[in-house]
């Protein structure tokens, strides 16, 4: 019986420790809404071997997804770095990805790069040392979600918008409208889709702006309380559409193929892989516009091998890989130079690069805060961590 | 040299035991217990709204929240509704697979038997996952195609299909510990009990079924504890259905806190279910 005492002693006294120890790391994060002072690269050094990347799937081709399309390879072969990829599902996990400080390089869209820059996981980019950076189109530089207060925290990698994604052979007439995905008596009920993130709110939000706009929503991240319950309702009103909400590419591909998935949102990759299966599938653009994103590669601040990021980082921002990613990827390359290369002579026009009309009534994921992006004063507005519960809440449902 | 050293040993009692159990010891107390604690410490910290960075403060926001919002409630009693259904399943598939294989299989089919009931722990849980996903398809899967000919369709994903995918996964952890708990039965109860005049079901319900009742329940502990924490099978077979896991899961990059506030819903279950099995005496007779 003493023995047992004591062992017992000694365990809770061991866990108590541990938990101390827990405690008293880590009280840098303080950063309370000011920005973290995190020093810039001044010089480019020798390689240090590799690069540990986060990305969004499709970003970092080697060949193993088809040997014709590899901007790594080269790449690896002519600097050294063995580029290590991790492809993040959602910008939230993106965010989680970069917080462990193992990964030198990130492609954050605008819902994650803000919440980097001020969580003091990126560090400024020092444009010199990127040369490519000069090709980059103007109107893609020194925006609200890649620069602070006149400094670049990033090299623009392209854009698009999120499209309405339809089975030809199944949906018909065509849908030319988002209202297709929240009619109640839509006649695809159960195999409609929706991307499973806090920011698909921002959808809903984007048709409410266009369908009533007696609730005064011009800017879909900009929501005061009353026009995101008003989207949160439109959420609820479509839940049992639903048959999926998608956050892995592959399976929701593999959904529009198999007819579980008819009708949703989706990206332009993921059009691209279901034709490439033989799916008769289309993706448009509404028109009421769209949610979309501006992507930008980024720097850890922790980056073990900084040299690699920042050759990694220039590699694809050149003309080639720019233009190599873009087209892959379906968006429109970040660099002015990429549209010569292109393997369709036309994927620039198709893809809207140098077409600032076509952007106007996309809007770029960011990240929404309590001082409202759209500029209004005399409201607060919900902030993105409120979306994540909501989000939470309506899955959970 | 090592002779004095096992002299010394013998001398010391006290000794030779610190040296056998310093390893475990330590491996329970800071990579298990220690682990169940920080969590339980995380369940209290916050968020920072903004960045997403941890915020080392005492609050019980996170609580609040899990007991105000009813989608928590919800997919607590879902999650608790599926994993009762699962073990209930697993039982009732268990029961007389383990008898035949304990009790009436000859001895050389008996080892074929208990090797065919492991072979799909050797599957990766994925594969058969997904296997069961292309199955359960709605309108295509094969599923469909047989229920098709009784005017039925697939259940297509959503709770059902969720908890035939556990059941089948889980299965041969309720079949196994019954088969041992019914090889350990003298065949001779079953002859008496009949002798005397019992039916078939009297004899099992009063003679076999309090005899592997202890074993039931140690499969039910598999059963019950993997299917209230899976978030798996719920994403592939859930359709837009979540489970507890999937909760944590949403939740573990965002909101760190909260995913710990929430699994320590499952921890709490669990301790009430090895409680409530500890006060049957089960555990005893194990």
């Known amino acids: 019986m003493q023995k047992k005492r004591l062992f017992s002693r000694i365990a809770v006294a061991s866990v108590a420790a541990l938990i101390l120890a827990g405690c008293s790391s880590g009280s840098d994060s303080a950063s309370e809404g000011g920005l973290p002072d995190i020093e810039m690269m001044q010089e480019l050094g020798a390689g240090e071997g590799q690069v540990n990347v986060v990305a969004w799937a499709g970003y970092v081709e080697n060949g193993s997804t088809d040997p014709a399309v590899d901007w790594v390879t080269g790449f690896e072969a002519e600097t050294g770095c063995k580029v290590n990829v991790k492809n993040g599902t959602s910008s939230d996990d993106m965010v989680a990805l970069m917080k462990t400080g193992e990964y030198d390089v990130v492609s954050a869209s605008g819902d994650a790069s803000l919440r980097l820059i001020y969580g003091g996981d990126v560090a400024p980019i020092n444009t010199n040392l990127t040369p490519n950076y000069a090709d980059v189109f103007e109107n893609l530089k020194m925006q609200q979600w890649n620069s602070v207060d006149g400094v670049a925290y990033g090299v623009p990698h392209g854009r698009g918008a999120n499209l309405l994604a339809y089975r030809t052979d199944i949906v018909k007439p065509a849908p030319t409208s988002w209202g297709s995905v929240f009619d109640a008596d839509s006649p695809y009920k159960g195999t409609i889709t929706a991307y499973d993130s806090a920011i698909y709110i921002a959808d809903a939000a984007l048709y409410l702006m266009a369908t009533q706009p007696e609730l005064g929503i011009t800017y879909p991240y900009a929501l005061d309380q009353a026009q995101f319950d008003a989207a949160i309702a439109l959420l609820e009103v479509q839940k049992p559409l639903i048959g999926e909400y998608w956050g892995d590419y592959l399976k929701h591909v593999a959904s529009l193929k198999s007819g579980g998935s008819v009708l949703g949102t989706t990206w332009q990759i993921n059009i691209n892989l279901a034709k490439g299966e033989k799916t008769p599938v289309e993706g448009i653009k509404p028109i009421e516009g769209s949610t979309g994103w501006s992507d930008t590669w980024m720097v850890s601040s922790t980056a073990k091998n900084p040299n690699c990021a920042y050759m990694w980082i220039n590699h694809i921002a050149s003309p080639e890989a720019n233009a190599g990613v873009a087209e892959w990827f379906g968006e429109a390359p970040s660099n002015a130079k990429s549209c010569a290369l292109t393997a369709d002579p036309n994927h620039c026009t198709t893809f809207h690069a140098a077409d600032d009309a076509y952007w106007e009534d996309v809007y770029y994921w960011n990240t929404a805060t309590e001082a409202c992006l759209d500029g209004r004063t005399d409201v607060k507005c919900v902030p993105y961590s409120e979306w994540v519960k909501a989000w939470s809440s309506l899955r959970n449902s | ?286």
């Open chain 2, 1 to 286: 040299m090592l002779d004095s050293l096992a002299t010394s040993m013998h001398r010391k009692p006290r000794l030779r035991l610190a040296a056998l159990l310093t390893a475990p010891v330590l491996w329970l107390v800071v990579a298990y217990l220690g682990a169940l604690a920080t969590l339980l410490v995380t369940a209290f910290f916050t968020i920072d709204s903004f960045t997403g960075n941890v915020v080392k403060k005492f609050n019980l926001e996170n609580f609040y929240d899990m007991f105000t919002d009813a989608a928590y409630k919800n997919v607590v009693l879902r999650t608790l509704g599926i994993a009762i259904s699962v073990t209930v399943i697993c039982s009732i598939m268990a029961i007389p697979m383990a008898f035949y294989m304990a009790k009436i299989a000859k001895p050389k089919s008996q080892k074929l038997l208990v090797a065919l009931v492991l072979t799909p722990l050797w599957a990766s849980y994925l594969v058969k996952i997904y296997a069961w996903r292309t199955m359960l398809e709605p309108n295509t899967g094969v599923v469909d195609w047989l229920l098709g000919s009784l005017g039925i369709h697939s259940p297509g994903f959503g709770g059902p299909a969720i908890i035939i995918g556990l059941s089948y996964l889980w299965l041969p952890y309720m079949i196994l510990p019954i088969f041992a708990g019914l090889e350990r039965l003298p065949n001779n109860l079953l002859d008496a009990s009949g002798d005397l005049g019992a039916h078939n079901f009297y004899t099992f319900r009063k003679i076999i079924l309090p005899l592997i009742f202890p074993s039931l329940v140690a499969g039910s502990m598999f059963t019950f504890s993997l299917s209230l924490g899976d978030y798996i099978t719920a994403q592939i077979l859930g359709g837009k259905l979540q489970m507890l896991g999937s909760v944590v899961y949403q939740n573990f990059s965002i909101n760190l806190p909260f995913a710990a506030t929430i699994s320590m819903i499952p921890v709490t279950i669990m301790a009430i279910y090895l409680y409530l099995v500890r006060r049957t005496g089960a555990l005893a007779s194990m």
